[in-house]
């Protein structure tokens, strides 16, 4: 009865059933679930003798005069003004564009005002207050003498006209509801009823039931998602893949031919992704591990794991750049190794390549061993003979969808999934509780760890003398800009115009090269590969190069209108030096204005520790920010707050793997209402419920 589309409900006609939709509340049930966005406690209403600057308040009060003017800037904006007061004192309120305002606002009429209070010529007002109108007869226990739920209303809805139609559904839908989350598990986390806890997160009784109202909220969130999660990891552990052979002299060979030992941490990371291989589980693995940490070898290995046991491997990075540069580096590092008496080979698939046909039937034919590419690697006419080990480097850069489509070109192919950004564990679990997770921690031994500075626009030229002394004694450095063209409205340098200006400027005596996402994919590589030839000095360029790039010489960085980047972009950025055992410098130039951007930077000065940085970064933008649209899951989440509410994550999820440890498809009778729930939350996994 709670699936029953809201037009059953008085008072729902077509066209506000149809602005519901646009909420995507559709069902009675899911208005029970549309959350007040904040509550405003109206039991005790502040005193306007009693305001005070910087403060926000609810105000019960009259209107005593009202009236309109148009700024100074004709038309260009409205104000409209009401002089309100109380048995305690006066204050005005200003509302800005708002002219049909005046109409409402007449003498007498009595309002509730929310909104914080600011000084205006010694005076107090409120700007721009929400307000509602009290009906002097309507003494609707709803909209006063409580702590009131204000809502993100639906156009053609009012605050009061939304509370009385949740209450009255709450009135009529609570006796009747089922609690999905099953008794014990509810007494084992001390959780309010289904039934208490919606009733309370609309209309509070107080602000203790209301946490807790929230608490047993967000863990039935948290565990419909980690359910979710785990089910899809159960599946697929459900799934036969290929046993490879992890040990053997082919990757003897290669390890004891780089130029390097392998870290502690990387040691302990190939074992876990060796010990997946070699079981006929499929895996689905996520590597984590800072800037320059040393992934790409390790994956490097591990498709050497595949090649040897007779089949093919790719290896998808998110740039033409990257992929190149993988190319070179693995067959320079394979270079003298062979197995069964003959070399490896590699195959590169990126961009327009002219090779294409030849290279497709090599890779169709099995005489490729490891193809490294673009998502050009996901094209439909490309398939293997044998692929049973996939490499996706910087996976963030790929959509979900991406990445779910290489895998199918093998036969449940493992699969290491690898990430630059690293997310405080946590938080990795809720974002990637389907994957199992490895982390190198730690960086190679003998990096001297990067200094970073910040200089002011006006101080550039300090940093240019830094950079030319670095130059001067034969290390190469990059100068980033956040736009190709300069643009003036925001007053910020390009990298195009810079490149000219600094090569017959300040840089005179240097080799400069310039590459920007708007050259030629030739010309890009060209000046890539002059670069790490050493025929050029310095490299002008955009946030092209914020991933992968790997030149141990690079020893300085400038970057330019720093304030212009994200915290997890400068990182990446800043990552591509100090790659080798040099003392490297990163310069950020800024003069950052907003709050906001001079912590950002002042993070990148004090640590050079990426999992704090990102732990700063979500601290500064908030999660959603932070995984940006493409990344499944939290975006859905309603009311649970994973940085928030950690512990009940890390319950949550304990519970999700207790349930589908005991009952798999979730069919005995004191899990079907949460399983039905579940379906209907996230109707994508039936199959997964069902199948398998
Ligand atoms: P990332 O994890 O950022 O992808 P890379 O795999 O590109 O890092 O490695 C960064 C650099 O460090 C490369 O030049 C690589 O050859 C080198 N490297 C990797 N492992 C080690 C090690 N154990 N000791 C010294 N250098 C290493
Ligand atoms: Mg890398």
Same mark, same amino acid.
């Given at each position: 009865?709670?699936?029953t589309?809201?037009q059953?409900l008085k008072?729902?006609g077509?066209?506000?059933?149809? =602005?519901?939709?646009a ?7 899911e208005?029970?679930y ?7 406690d109206r039991?005790n209403f502040?005193?306007?003798s009693?305001l005070k ?5 609810t105000?019960?009060a009259q ?6 003017? +148009?700024? &100074? ?5 409205s104000?409209t003004?009401a ?7 006066k204050?005005s309120?200003i &509302?800005?564009n708002q002219?049909y305002?005046?109409e409402?606002l007449?003498?007498g009429a009595?309002?509730?005002l929310?909104g914080?209070v600011e000084?205006y010529n010694s005076r107090l007002?409120?700007?721009?207050p929400?307000?509602?109108?009290l009906?002097?007869q309507?003494n609707?226990? /709803?909209?006063v003498g409580r ?5 993100t209303?639906?156009?053609g809805?009012?605050?009061r006209?939304?509370?009385r139609l949740?209450?009255?559904?709450l009135?009529?839908?609570?006796p009747?509801i089922?609690d999905?989350?099953?008794f014990?598990?509810?007494?084992r ?5 289904l039934a208490?806890?919606?009733?309370n ?7 203790p039931l ?7 909220l967000s863990?039935?969130?948290f565990?419909?998602f980690q359910l979710?999660l ?7 552990k459900e799934?036969?893949g290929?046993?490879?052979l992890?040990? !053997? $002299?082919?990757i003897?060979?290669?390890i =004891?031919g780089?130029?390097?030992t392998?870290t502690?941490a990387?040691?302990?990371?190939l074992a *876990?992704i060796k010990?997946?291989?070699? =079981?006929?589980?499929?895996m ?6 800072d800037?320059?940490?040393? $992934?790409?070898?390790?994956a490097?290995i591990?498709?050497?794991a ?7 491997a790719?290896f998808?990075?998110?740039t033409?750049i990257?992929?190149? %540069? ?9 270079? !003298?190794?062979?197995? +069964?008496?003959? $070399?490896?080979?590699l195959?590169l ?5 002219? %090779?294409?046909q030849?290279l ?5 034919e ?5 193809v ?6 996901? %094209?439909?006419?490309?398939?293997f ?6 490499v996706?480097d910087?996976?963030?850069k790929?959509?979900v969808? %991406?990445?779910?489509? #290489?895998?199918?070109?093998g036969n449940?192919?493992?699969v290491l ?7 405080p564990?946590?938080l990795a679990i809720t974002?990637y509780?389907?994957?199992?997770i ?15 500075l910040?200089?002011n626009?006006q101080?550039?030229?300090k940093?240019?003398a830094?950079?030319k002394?670095e #130059?001067n004694y034969g290390?190469?450095?990059y100068?980033i800009?956040?736009v ?5 409205a ?6 195009k115009?810079?490149?000219?200006e600094l090569?017959?400027g300040?840089f005179?005596?240097?080799?400069l090269?310039?590459i920007h996402?708007?050259l030629?994919?030739r010309?890009?590589n *060209?000046?890539? #590969?002059?670069?790490k030839?050493k025929q050029?000095?310095?490299?002008v360029?955009?946030?092209?190069l914020e991933?992968?790039i790997?030149?141990p010489?690079?020893?300085c960085?400038?970057?330019a209108s ?8 400068l990182h990446?950025?800043r ?6 055992k040099l003392?490297?410098?990163c310069i950020?130039?800024s003069?950052a ?6 912590a950002?930077?002042?993070?990148m000065v004090a640590?050079v520790?990426?999992f704090h940085i990102? *732990?700063e ?6 999660p959603?920010?932070f995984?940006?649209s493409r990344?499944?899951g939290?975006?859905e ?5 994973? /940085? ?9 999820r304990?519970?999700?793997?207790g349930?589908?440890?005991?009952d798999?498809?979730l069919?005995?009778?004191p899990?079907?209402l ?6 209907q939350?996230?109707?994508?996994? *039936?199959k997964?419920?069902?199948?398998g």
């Amino acid at each position: 009865m709670q699936t029953t589309s809201i037009q059953y409900l008085k008072g729902i006609g077509p066209r506000r059933a149809k =602005s519901f939709l646009a909420r995507g509340v559709h069902t009675i049930e899911e208005l029970l679930y549309y959350f007040p966005r904040r509550y405003e406690d109206r039991r005790n209403f502040a005193r306007i003798s009693e305001l005070k600057e910087g403060q926000i308040y609810t105000i019960k009060a009259q209107v005593l005069a009202g009236g309109q003017r +148009n700024s &100074w800037r004709r038309r260009a904006f409205s104000i409209t003004e009401a002089a309100v007061g109380d048995s305690t004192g006066k204050l005005s309120c200003i &509302w800005f564009n708002q002219p049909y305002l005046k109409e409402y606002l007449k003498v007498g009429a009595l309002l509730i005002l929310y909104g914080k209070v600011e000084r205006y010529n010694s005076r107090l007002q409120m700007n721009n207050p929400e307000f509602e109108f009290l009906d002097n007869q309507d003494n609707d226990s /709803l909209n006063v003498g409580r702590i009131v739920p204000v809502y993100t209303l639906p156009s053609g809805f009012s605050q009061r006209s939304l509370r009385r139609l949740i209450k009255n559904a709450l009135d009529e839908f609570l006796p009747k509801i089922n609690d999905p989350l099953p008794f014990d598990l509810r007494s084992r986390h001390h959780l309010l009823n289904l039934a208490q806890s919606l009733l309370n997160i609309h209309f509070p009784q107080d602000l203790p039931l209301q946490k807790q109202a929230h608490t047993r909220l967000s863990f039935e969130e948290f565990l419909l998602f980690q359910l979710t999660l785990v089910l899809r990891k159960l599946r697929r552990k459900e799934k036969i893949g290929t046993r490879h052979l992890v040990s !053997g $002299k082919l990757i003897e060979d290669f390890i =004891s031919g780089l130029s390097f030992t392998l870290t502690v941490a990387q040691q302990k990371v190939l074992a *876990e992704i060796k010990a997946d291989m070699a =079981s006929s589980q499929a895996m689905q693995r996520l590597l984590q591990g800072d800037v320059g940490s040393g $992934k790409t070898v390790v994956a490097t290995i591990a498709c050497l794991a595949a090649i040897q046991s007779g089949y093919q491997a790719a290896f998808m990075a998110p740039t033409e750049i990257l992929a190149r %540069q993988h190319y070179e580096k693995i067959t320079s590092q394979l270079e !003298g190794l062979t197995f +069964n008496g003959r $070399k490896l080979r590699l195959g590169l698939l990126a961009g327009q390549d002219q %090779q294409k046909q030849k290279l497709y039937q090599d890779v169709r034919e099995g005489i490729i061993d490891l193809v490294i590419g673009t998502h050009a690697l996901l %094209q439909e006419d490309l398939s293997f003979k044998s692929l049973s080990f996939i490499v996706i480097d910087e996976q963030h850069k790929f959509g979900v969808g %991406q990445r779910a489509l #290489l895998p199918k070109k093998g036969n449940n192919p493992d699969v290491l999934i690898m990430t630059a950004t690293p997310i405080p564990r946590t938080l990795a679990i809720t974002l990637y509780g389907d994957l199992d997770i490895s982390v190198i921690n730690q960086l190679p031994l003998g990096r001297i760890p990067i200094k970073t500075l910040q200089f002011n626009q006006q101080a550039s030229n300090k940093a240019y003398a830094l950079v030319k002394e670095e #130059l001067n004694y034969g290390r190469q450095a990059y100068i980033i800009y956040p736009v190709i063209e300069e643009s003036y409205a925001l007053d910020i340098a390009g990298a195009k115009k810079m490149f000219t200006e600094l090569k017959s400027g300040e840089f005179k005596e240097f080799r400069l090269g310039l590459i920007h996402g708007k050259l030629k994919t030739r010309e890009q590589n *060209e000046a890539m #590969l002059k670069f790490k030839n050493k025929q050029l000095d310095l490299l002008v360029a955009t946030s092209i190069l914020e991933v992968g790039i790997d030149i141990p010489n690079a020893t300085c960085m400038i970057i330019a209108s720093a304030q212009r980047f994200g915290l997890s972009q400068l990182h990446q950025l800043r990552g591509r030096i100090g790659r080798g055992k040099l003392q490297s410098f990163c310069i950020l130039v800024s003069d950052a204005q907003t709050e906001e951007a001079k912590a950002r930077l002042a993070a990148m000065v004090a640590s050079v520790d990426g999992f704090h940085i990102a *732990e700063e970064d979500l601290r500064i933008r908030g999660p959603g920010e932070f995984f940006g649209s493409r990344q499944h899951g939290l975006a859905e989440l309603k009311i649970a707050n994973p /940085l928030m509410q950690m512990q009940l994550l890390k319950a949550a999820r304990e519970e999700a793997i207790g349930l589908l440890n005991q009952d798999a498809r979730l069919e005995e009778r004191p899990h079907q209402l949460l399983k039905a729930k579940l379906l209907q939350r996230f109707p994508e996994y *039936e199959k997964l419920m069902l199948v398998g």
